[in-house]
């Protein structure tokens, strides 16, 4: 006897390799169809059966299911041999198919009546039927083509509507079709009264949001589209809305809304490393809603050695809680600029709205920046009004898109008569394509620009952060975290002579990526980032080139890039590690 410790391998070793192992009890070969018929017909027999029992009924019903097979896709006259050799341990079945003529749509009867006949939507279903006099007849496509009639009935509000006659007849010997189809749609419903908590968001906040009233047409997408608007303003863990069509009266339905609150605080930690800015670790804290008029706030904490940072959002709506928003803030920043470290602080207002695709901006913010320079301390400070217009129109996932072209450009300004201790103007436009012409090819490109434009005499008087650096994983990959900009020499106090990057007044850095896809989660890259952060008349083209592997998640790729300096003497690989969409 074996003892119960033995028994478990042996009853594994079963389970993962029975069913592999075992072979069929009944083969069929199937001879005469190819295509769709010959797919039609696998389908219908099904599995092979796994039982003696399963086997004698599969014999018997083989020729009945291969003439209703055949019969969905409009061969009625079709013959069918089947010879069975009875030899242990596997049945063979061989079928000789003769599909004959298929049967041919002769007469279609497709009639509406009701508030469908006024409806365009049901025009557009009519030019897009499926079959036509003259055709092979399709039962599939007719049973297709009926449900879609009854459930765009129900999306647009004809809650009474019947089919009064739905049928296909059918002539074998004379090789016809008749198709009927007959929808009375009744007359359409109107929305109702919105019931809703007061309690859980105000008026004046939602009414923003929908986009239907009482005594417009009923249209179940307007009502999808009001619901993914609330869920998106992350006030709400979820939401339902709902026709109350059974109390619906005199073709009026009410409509439920129904808002389950989102969590009132929410956290989250991250821990990561980069070659940029090495190992960090950070910490956000967001209340989805402060209080009944939709306020939220934001506060981020992260910290690096190359680049700590603070900063609280707050977000107020204003006219509409997701197109157009005031948002009042606050940052505080250590970061390392070439040679210079600055620290940066800053309190901001900005108003933004959505329109057509566009974002637009328009913001005041104030900022103290102090560094050190050639051993003297500065320390500025800025007022700088500002607008900014951004679009992405994209193709495919939002992490992982096939196409998109995104833009942004922003411009601010700042005077010294205006709160400012320099006169500034500083404009940055960026962009970013992706196209996928033939998979598994994939390519991107991105392009940045930037403009610091101040008096002669003051270039030494821009903070760094308003002035321009490349490099890291964002900019030309190969050289450091902001370690491209124009260069000063010095001799220090021992006589030697340095040379500082103290970045540039103009940005110019271009990218260019190609991706090949081996499967839907893992592809290939190789590219190539050129450009340069310099003072005007002063362009030296730095060029980094490398290759690197993705693994598509669901918050985005996972990149892990190697790239180095090809333009420099000695050049060093640098290791590259992001995650997210490139869009």
């Known amino acids: 006897m074996l003892r119960p410790a033995r028994l478990l ?13 075992a072979e069929p009890l009944l083969e069929i070969s199937l001879k005469g169809l190819d295509g769709e018929l010959e797919k039609n017909a696998l389908a219908w027999l099904g599995a092979p059966p796994e039982t003696p029992q399963e086997r004698l009924l599969s014999i018997v019903s083989i020729e009945q299911d291969l003439e209703r097979s055949l019969q969905a896709l409009g061969y009625y006259n079709s013959e069918i041999e089947v010879e069975i050799q009875r030899t242990e341990p596997v049945w063979q079945a061989r079928v000789v198919v ?14 509406f009546k009701g508030g469908v006949t006024q409806d365009e939507v049901f025009d557009q279903l009519l030019s897009e039927m499926p079959f036509s006099r003259g055709d092979v007849l399709h039962h599939g496509e007719f049973d297709t083509f009926r449900s879609r009639v009854l459930a765009l009935g129900l999306r647009r509000g004809y809650f009474d509507g019947v089919l009064t006659l739905s049928r296909v007849e059918v002539e074998p010997l004379g090789g016809t079709a008749d198709i009927f189809l007959h929808y009375d749609s009744g007359e359409r419903y109107l929305f109702g009264s919105l019931d809703y908590d007061h309690e859980q968001i105000m008026s004046p906040l939602l009414e923003p949001l929908r986009n239907f009233q009482a005594g417009d047409y009923y249209d179940q997408a307007k009502l999808q589209q009001f619901q993914s608007a609330l869920q998106r303003t992350g006030y709400f863990s979820s939401v339902l809305v709902r026709p109350e069509t059974e109390i619906a009266e005199n073709t009026i339905v009410p409509i439920s809304l129904v808002l389950f609150p989102a969590e009132r605080h929410r956290f989250n930690v991250g821990v990561g490393f980069s070659t940029d800015t090495e190992e960090r670790f950070s910490v956000t804290w967001r209340t989805p809603r402060v209080n009944r008029y ?30 157009d928003v005031l948002q009042l803030s606050a940052r505080l920043e250590d970061n390392e600029f070439g040679d210079l470290d600055s620290r940066q602080q800053e309190l901001g207002v900005r108003r933004e709205t959505s329109r057509g695709g566009w974002v637009r901006g328009l913001s005041l913010r104030g900022l103290n920046e102090s560094w050190r320079l050639l051993g003297e301390d500065k320390e500025n400070s800025y007022l700088l009004p500002g607008v900014s217009f951004s679009r992405r129109d994209r193709t495919g996932s939002a992490v992982n898109p096939r196409g998109g072209f995104g833009q942004v450009y922003q411009i601010e300004a700042g005077g010294e008569d205006l709160g400012s201790d320099i006169d500034l103007l500083r404009a940055t436009a960026n962009f970013r394509v992706i196209a996928t012409p033939l998979h598994p090819h994939r390519f991107v490109g991105k392009l940045d620009l930037g403009a610091a434009l101040v008096a002669d005499g003051d270039e030494d008087e821009l903070a760094p952060s308003l002035g321009y650096f490349a490099g890291g994983s964002q900019s030309i990959r190969g050289y450091g975290y902001q370690s491209i900009g124009n260069e000063i020499e010095i001799t220090d106090e021992k006589g030697v002579e340095k040379s500082l990057v103290v970045g540039g007044t103009r940005l110019l850095v271009a990218s260019l990526e190609y991706q090949y896809a081996f499967t839907d989660a893992w592809r290939g890259a190789v590219f190539v980032d050129g450009g340069d952060a310099f003072d005007e008349g002063n362009f030296d083209m730095n060029v980094g080139a490398g290759f690197g592997i993705h693994y598509v998640t669901a918050v985005g790729a996972i990149r892990l890039e190697i790239a180095n300096p090809v333009t420099e003497d000695d050049p060093k690989w640098r290791f590259h590690l992001a995650v997210g969409a490139e869009f």
């Open 98 to 111: 003769d599909p004959g003529e298929p049967v041919r749509v002769r007469h279609i009867s497709v009639q």
């Open 294 to 323: 939709g306020h939220r706030q934001e506060t981020r904490l992260q910290y690096s050695r190359i680049n700590p940072s603070g900063r609280f959002t707050y977000t107020i709506p204003l006219k509409h809680p997701l197109d």
């Open 9 to 21: 391998p042996l009853a594994l070793l079963w389970l993962l390799h029975g069913p592999v192992l």
